[in-house]
Antibody, heavy 122, light 107 residues
Framework: QVTLRESGPALVKPTQTLTLTCTFS??????????VSWVRQPPGKALEWLAL???????YYSTSLKTRLTISKDTSKNQVVLTMTNMDPVDTATYYC??????????????WGQGTLVTVSS | SSELTQDPAVSVALGQTVRITCQGD??????ASWYQQKPGQAPVLVIY???NRPSGIPDRFSGSSSGNTASLTITGAQAEDEADYYC??????????FGTGTKVTVL
């Protein structure tokens, strides 16, 4: 059974750096085609993809947020970490991690973690 | 552009068929995947690839694609299908994008 769980602070202050950890089980991030992504969702709004890291340690970032994001993995701990700098109240959202499977003509996110709500406020 | 556009809302009578569409240039090269999200819950994958359903997803969910448009069809909609639905694809650079989302109401 594949599971993912997000952890991190529920509240951060403006200008601070957010660090979120995704701890997963049931698959290996060393397996070809396996990836983990971060996706966020502001209250009442749509999903927004943030970043992806693959089995070969290649990293991809949202064009609009790439200067603020860093994604990394610790394969031995089955963890993926996302950092986002210079947090702002507009970054208030539920942050999800999801296993991502990539192919030549498609990719999909399955399963997802339960999500963690991060509020940015002074 | 790697944007994916969806109709904000659609409604369907119980037991009838509804089609949700997703438009974007990336869909000419890549299949969409589709996600169902109910209030307060994480998204759930319902369709991926050409037209594949994960284990546990009812066969009333199906997917198709033509040109720059991908579609998710629910044939015989049930009350439990009322949810937000999002499409997803990728661009040639490997960046992912989600659609704007469609709220499905079952009447």
């Amino acid at each position: 059974q594949v599971t993912l769980r997000e952890s991190g602070p529920a509240l951060v202050k403006p200008t601070q750096t957010l660090t979120l950890t995704c701890t997963f089980s049931g698959f290996s991030l060393s397996t070809s085609g396996m990836c983990v992504s971060w996706v966020r969702q502001p209250p009442g709004k749509a999903l927004e993809w943030l970043a992806l890291i693959d089995w070969d340690d290649d990293k991809y970032y949202s064009t609009s947020l790439k200067t603020r994001l860093t994604i990394s993995k610790d394969t031995s701990k089955n963890q993926v970490v996302l950092t986002m700098t210079n947090m702002d109240p507009v970054d208030t959202a539920t942050y999800y991690c999801a296993r991502t499977t990539t192919g030549t003509t498609s990719n999909w996110f399955d399963p997802w973690g339960q999500g963690t709500l991060v509020t940015v406020s002074s | 552009s790697s944007e994916l556009t969806q109709d904000p809302a659609v409604s369907v009578a119980l037991g009838q068929t509804v089609r949700i569409t997703c438009q974007g240039d990336s869909l000419r090269s890549y299949y969409a995947s589709w996600y169902q999200q109910k209030p307060g819950q994480a998204p759930v994958l319902v369709i991926y690839g050409k037209n594949n359903r994960p284990s546990g997803i009812p066969d009333r969910f199906s997917g198709s694609s033509s040109g720059n448009t991908a579609s998710l069809t629910i044939t015989g909609a049930q009350a439990e299908d009322e949810a937000d639905y999002y499409c997803n694809s990728r661009d040639s650079s490997g960046n992912q994008v989600f659609g704007t989302g469609t709220k499905v109401t079952v009447l």
